[in-house]
Nanobody, 123 residues
Framework: QVQLVESGGGLAQAGDSLRLSCVASVRTLNYYLMGWFRQAPGKEREFVAAVTLSGASTYYADSVKGRFTISRDNAKNTVYLQMNSLKPEDTAVYYC????????????????WGQGTQVTVSS
């Protein structure tokens, strides 16, 4: 069982930066591929970014490519999402997720989820 706890959300203005963190309560995070998803009001939960077990490979949604960076520190059982050049359309609840295996962008392929952290970006 993997428990995930996100933090770092909050209010920001367009152009600002925020860094989200996700701490996993697991013996070792090395076994899990980690992803970030987001869900805006009235919309489906959508893929944002994912990072492989070692952190060597990352994958991003087109909407955040070049602005967001996913990384992980397995020694700290923590995954990060650095969000730069924030836009009002980035406003959503951001979720950390984990799965065993390779990168997937479908939320149904992830087994473990955090409770989410709200990010609100004003113009």
């Amino acid at each position: 069982q993997v428990q995930l706890v996100e933090s770092g959300g909050g209010l920001a203005q367009a152009g600002d930066s925020l860094r989200l963190s996700c701490v996993a309560s697991v013996r070792t995070l090395n076994y899990y591929l980690m992803g970030w998803f987001r869900q805006a009001p009235g919309k489906e939960r959508e893929f944002v970014a994912a990072v492989t077990l070692s952190g060597a490979s990352t994958y991003y949604a087109d909407s955040v490519k070049g602005r967001f960076t996913i990384s992980r520190d397995n020694a700290k059982n923590t995954v990060y999402l650095q969000m730069n050049s924030l836009k009002p359309e980035d406003t959503a609840v951001y979720y950390c997720a984990a799965r065993s295996g390779t990168i997937r962008v479908n939320k149904d392929d992830y087994n473990y989820w955090g409770q989410g952290t709200q990010v609100t970006v004003s113009s």
